[in-house]
């Protein structure tokens, strides 16, 4: 029984993995394009949001019609290095792949400090690929979100982040069957912090206490957490 528990919750992760995989893969086929584009046109200097828009629309709807994952948005989100005038995310979502309106980013209070969020802070910091959340995007979804972002660099200098929305709502449809198998089984992050759960006591964004057999994703932040008897 337990053997055949170990392989369900093996399948189980191994699932999660690949199918992150498969997010991850469109943005980094995307990423030497991209490095191409903005590095001819920064030669010429820094550039306005909408001059980054029209830089990266084709390729971000490219992205978005031909990936087989359910992604909500995509698009990239440039450092106040090279975008020195509007919005910095050129970014498209949606069933009908639209723009990110610019007014979400003004001046004052209303202004938000992309930096600091994590699918942009860490990915500049470690200069490695990173998937956030869940956390409601009240920036573009306000739906539960998980986010991969890749670190976007030219000559070795932080230009950005290429990023891909993926509603939560989705990896449950994917997941739950097979979390429902293992009596109580949830998704967490590394926080502890409940992606997609079966367990009757916690949901989505609850923090996972008490005893549990823990099964650790080999390529990202994230465990699944099996209740002990």
């Known amino acids: 029984m337990k053997t ?14 690949e199918f992150v995989d498969g997010v991850f893969a469109p943005l980094e086929s995307w990423l030497p394009r991209l490095k191409t584009q903005l590095g001819e ?18 390729d971000a709807h490219a992205l978005l019609e031909q990936t087989d994952r359910p992604l909500y948005g995509a698009g990239f989100c440039a450092s106040d290095a090279i975008v020195t005038e509007g919005n910095p995310l050129a970014w498209w979502q949606g069933p009908d792949r639209q723009l990110l ?4 980013f003004g001046p004052g209070q209303a202004a938000i400090d992309l930096e600091r969020l994590e699918w942009f802070r860490l990915p500049a910091e470690t200069r490695e690929r990173h998937i956030a959340g869940p956390f ?20 070795d200098a932080f230009v950005g982040v290429l990023c891909a929305d993926v509603l939560v709502a989705s990896l449950e449809a994917l997941l739950l069957p097979m979390l429902a198998e293992l009596d109580g089984a949830a998704l967490v992050n590394s926080s502890g912090r409940v992606v997609v759960s079966a367990h009757p006591n916690y949901e989505t964004g609850d923090r996972f206490l008490g005893e549990a057999t823990v099964t650790r994703s080999a390529r990202y932040p994230f465990a699944l957490m099996t209740p002990q008897e």
């Open 101 to 104: 309106a610019s007014s979400t």
């Open 136 to 155: 409601v995007d009240y920036l573009c979804s306000n739906e539960i979100t998980l986010t991969a972002a890749i670190p976007v660099e030219i000559d």
């Open 41 to 58: 046109r920064l030669a010429d200097g820094t550039m306005t949001g909408a001059q980054l828009s029209a830089l990266t629309e084709k």
């Open 4 to 17: 055949q528990q170990n392989e369900q919750r093996e399948a189980l992760i191994a699932q999660f993995d």
